[in-house]
């Protein structure tokens, strides 16, 4: 009995203790990349908001806490507002669908948007705020870490916006877990369920939580709640009575709230405005990335990678690829981040590579396709297919390969480099064209023949056509 | 019987295992900001030198280990001379009170304070070394990561230095404890008493320690101690006695010690140094910054922000705002770090504001305020008072605002950028200046004319008088 | 009865909660440098090739876990190839002995050794590829991480290699496991078995290893055995057959293959091309490296620091020291490496200093000698003999002091910053000569006379002879 009490005894403590490493595992500041296995993954949170949705990917996944980045998708209605807020990663957005306009917020920089005494807005007194920026299907838009936005959704249809929020980026000096900061409204931060699984093993409960962990809706959320609101009244030099309305308490509305009527903002009408962006965009390279340092307040954040026009690759028959990195748009170089927008038409294979100096997260626009990722021992850790909606972590060093079948497959890759280079295994531009014919032909034990079929059979880069040909297998 | 026994013995698991886990999440190598609660912190870790002390925070403590900061306090006596040293982090030194002279030693570079013949020094033979600088309250000193440095206090009054070890620096490779390395003396560390904490639990026993862990005393601590005194006699070129001197054993000193008579140092006459380094100062941002690097041996590593002539930001009847960047001491491009000082009149309120890109270790020089600090939930981590002597870290991105009552409030603010960023969250330079008021009006639920209250009535910028003033509650 | 039953399941408790800890350790994503005891380590790993031998050191040792690094020795025979691979932490390379060829493939760059039509090479058809380098005894070669590289042994000694992975690197965004990606043949990996040491803990079993955790030979390790065969004949435009082959199933020469016949090149021959070498090397300081960064495609990656006339410290009758670092071999500002070539003669101390801004990691290459390393505790955490073949690691920070006796002593420090700063102790150039005689004379309670003699007796920096001479203890 004594003994049987002693094992069970043991036994316990091995599970609690196996539980307690696992538990103490979880919190690695760094990313640990022992992935023996990948999924491709769709977002498994969702907040509903009054004019919108929130869905996010759990960023304590192997292969995010891998890359040290969380993922967020936004789709706002028309007329909805995300609601300022700032977080502790710098992030790229890719709008997938919308168009509307977007404010990024640099405290210090002048109110350049501006009514003259004439325009006064719809109460006759004139408004006046930082530049905004217009967006759309296709845009890359960059926002550092601490910086406020907001955005707003003024056209027909609804925005589909999905960001990678770099974590592990040092601009961050907290810890790897992702951090919303409202400026305003009570939302439920998307990231916040998951600080639970984390703190839970230290066995600590936060009394502002109800019994099961949940966060009580009833408090209030964003920054102006922990501060008193005679401070605030003081400091907005308002009464309290207002001041109380920035706590925004009792707010159940979310991070996407409906704006009544037509948002007004001061800018420039619709097309001139977007002549002017245009016209920045296209000089963008030539005229304002002179070397020295663009004014901080007029950093350009936005820019179109989804055009097929603007491709950077292209490959008949088989697809092309827009990439935006810190050469084409300089504030990349702030934030470490770049990105690649790729469409692969049917029965194209994207030949083989490896990212040298980034990870790389895949988001399925469009379609599908077969993808494989190899380790360092030649395992495939992912051998399936990545479908509209989904998101895929390539590590860095690790090799890809991705084919279509019927279906053409369109993606966006985050890249966490501000200067994410690529290795192709295949093709005019690769390692196997770069190596004498004798090194292929004993390294891979084939024929000097075979090692020159291996070297030059291949033209393109990059992409190849799968579809059969005349004289594919003549060759060989 | 039994089972009493298991659920005890269980129990006991559990007490463990939560220890044991406890134990392990210390020496996470990189800053773990799971802070619900921050407190206003006194030393507590005392060391008595011969002429001085050594006041030290607990490096373990929650704040510390997010900001990934060490702080310590020492007060040096007149004729105390702080002996050399290195420490494996970067360091700012700010000087509140009394006035010395430092030297911070660059091996390698010319000794350029120099006696000519007829000036021999007391024995008659000439003395040259490299150069030592003045310093005076208010100063903040800089001090790279395993650069030594010493400090003489030459003046009538008691020196007290707070200086902030970044040891979440790039620049140090070493794990995240804070080392001191010293050169002479046999001074107990003042963080060495927390390793133990740490080591504990890996259950090791340092065999040169007594039976309850305290250093013994009667060892050897400086450098020359680990070394051979014959390699050291041959190194130095002297005999073995005199080289077993270098290993100062049985000095009982401490840190701090007591020069007999008056420490002959070379160098320029007093009023003439200080009219030359006040000139260095001036001219510094424009004569010697021209973005090519300064000489090494010849960078400026100490800048005056206590000045009340120096202020960066003034505001009438609430106070002044000085700081120190990489814009103004180009060394601290390479420490990565910089600081403000500020004087906060009674009845002013800082505005709330957060920084984008650092931490803020606060030291509360002289009176007190009431400071309310808050997360991403909203939550106030900390609310209270910071009192004269006391540290207060405020985590990146996490907002704060400071108000004053009846006291005069001085600080000086410790910060984990070489160019800390700080957005305002009320004021001329605000976020809520840069938003559209319709933006204001939907996020917050006011009416518009509420919106326009908000975003224009404070017309400062930083700091606002929170007295009673004529007409204060008239616009809203 | 009952008691001890508790007894003894408590002290299970603690022990398996011990190795619990313990286990936990292991993974650390930055180096914890709790280094109680450093030894002189020989490599504990050996694999047999083909036509060589790859040894490491393991990575989990505590002195490696410190300093970031994984350490590799390389013997290959004549008309070995070492296949193509890349890893995940860019590395120096030091040539202990032999010559050869090395390639590192820059996928994109232009194949610049071409044949032309008359000079077809055995088969009749031309064959161009990417620059290759002649290697020989005494140069360091920089590889970054992510770039692919192999070498070949064309000499008739074997071609002995040392590498120094720096896997704490910011290039290295995965984990602090070194890695090898091999492009072809079926290689053991030299850091796997150190893998399952630390995943052994999660209670894991990776199922595609045997019972004892070994590696299953019969399978296929390199990057195209995770990827379909059929991608792999669309992306070289080859048949199935041939695709498979870069498979290499069933290879077991391992990464080191003996070439048959001579391996043919396209390359200038070897005296045109060592001239034109030799002159790169000498202009590169004054010619190529101006400043603006050398194109991508024809950077620099090999130095020669074992060469006594390109010395840059010479002390008669002590020794001399080479150093590579980003002034004289610019991709090292990429890779943050550096490392230097010292040779102690006999009887020759080599002065007591510390590395301010790297680790150091020593490989003795021939000969012994006397080596002390020093903590901030003034504890010496080695104290011994290193020998040829040894590695010992200095952490940053802390001191060191070697001498030899009847041996000469040549030894090689890779350090991990491009630009390693050392402070001396002693000699013309060290933190003694920077500091005023009185504070010497303070700091070690020695009579003014005494500290100049600390000061002023040594005249040599770096190393100094300890030959008994005329007049040496004369001073003293």
Redesign the interface.
């Known amino acids: ?3 049987a ?2 094992l ?3 036994s ?3 599970v ?3 539980h ?6 979880q ?8 992935v ?1 296995r990948i999924d491709a993954l769709e977002p498994d949170n969702r907040i509903e908001c009054e004019a919108g949705v929130v869905e996010s990917w759990n960023p304590n996944d192997d292969q995010f806490q ?3 980045v969380a993922v967020v998708r936004k789709t706002i209605e028309p007329k909805g ?1 995300s ?2 807020s ?3 990663a710098p992030q790229l957005v890719y709008i997938v669908q919308g168009r509307g306009v977007v ?1 990024t ?5 002048p ?1 350049t948007f501006q009514e003259s005494q004439q325009t006064g ?3 006759g ?1 004139q ?1 006046q ?2 530049k ?1 920026r217009r967006f759309r299907q296709g845009d890359i838009i960059a926002i ?5 936005h ?1 955005c ?1 959704n003024d056209g027909n249809e609804h925005v589909v916006a999905v960001s990678v929020l770099d974590v ?1 980026n040092k ?5 790897m ?1 992702p ?7 009570n939302p439920e ?1 998307e990231f ?1 369920r998951r ?1 639970d699984e ?2 839970d ?4 409960r ?1 009394p ?1 939580r109800g019994p099961f962990g949940e966060q009580q809706q009833s ?10 609101s005679r ?2 009244a ?6 309290e009575h ?1 001041a109380r ?2 706590q ?1 308490e009792n ?1 159940f509305r979310g991070s996407i ?1 409906r ?2 009527g037509n ?4 800018r420039p009408p619709r097309t001139q405005q977007e002549r002017q962006e245009q016209l920045e965009r296209e000089s963008g390279q030539g005229r304002r990335y002179n070397g020295l340092e663009e004014t901080f307040c007029s950093l350009r954040n936005v820019e179109n990678i989804g055009d097929p026009s603007r491709a950077d690759v292209f490959v008949t028959e088989a697809g092309r690829v827009s990439t935006v990195n810190s050469n084409n748009l300089h504030i990349l170089q702030r934030l470490q981040l770049s990105a690649s927008h790729v469409v692969l038409y049917n029965n194209t ?1 994207r ?2 590579h ?6 790389s997260i895949i988001y399925a626009v469009r379609g599908q396709a ?1 993808v ?10 992912f ?1 399936g297919n990545v479908r509209q909606g989904q998101v895929l972590t390539v ?3 690790f ?1 890809v ?1 991705k ?1 279509t079948e019927r279906d053409v497959f369109e993606y966006v890759a985050f890249q ?1 480099n501000d200067n994410a ?7 005019r ?11 292929i032909a ?5 024929s ?3 090692a ?3 070297k030059f ?2 033209q393109e880069t990059t992409l ?1 056509s ?1 579809r059969p040909r005349s004289g ?2 003549a ?2």
């Open positions: 009995m004594a003994k009490n002693f069970f005894t043991l316990l403590c091995l609690l203790l196996f307690g490493s696992l538990a103490i595992r919190p690695q500041p760094q990313g640990e990349c022992q023996d891998c890359a040290g507002l609601l300022p700032y977080s502790n404010g917020i640099f405290a210090g920089c109110e807005g719809s109460s007194v408004d705020h930082q905004v550092p870490a601490g910086v406020a907001w707003y592990s601009a961050n000096q907290l810890d877990n951090r919303n900061f409202y400026l305003a409204g931060d916040e600080y984390r703190r093993p230290r066995g600590e936060d502002r408090n209030c959320n964003n920054l102006f709640c922990g501060m008193d401070f605030l003081e400091a907005f030099n308002v009464n207002l309305k920035l925004s707010d709230v704006v009544e948002l007004h903002l001061v294979v030949l083989p490896w990212h040298m100096n980034a990870h077969q494989q990722v190899v380790d360092e021992n030649g395992n495939a850790v051998d590590p860095q060093n090799a390969v084919r966490t280079m690529t290795t192709d295994l295949a093709g531009a690769s390692t196997i064209r770069a190596l004498p014919v004798e090194v004993n390294a891979y034990r084939v000097l023949e075979d020159r079929r291996l059979s291949t190849t799968a594919r297998w060759a060989a």
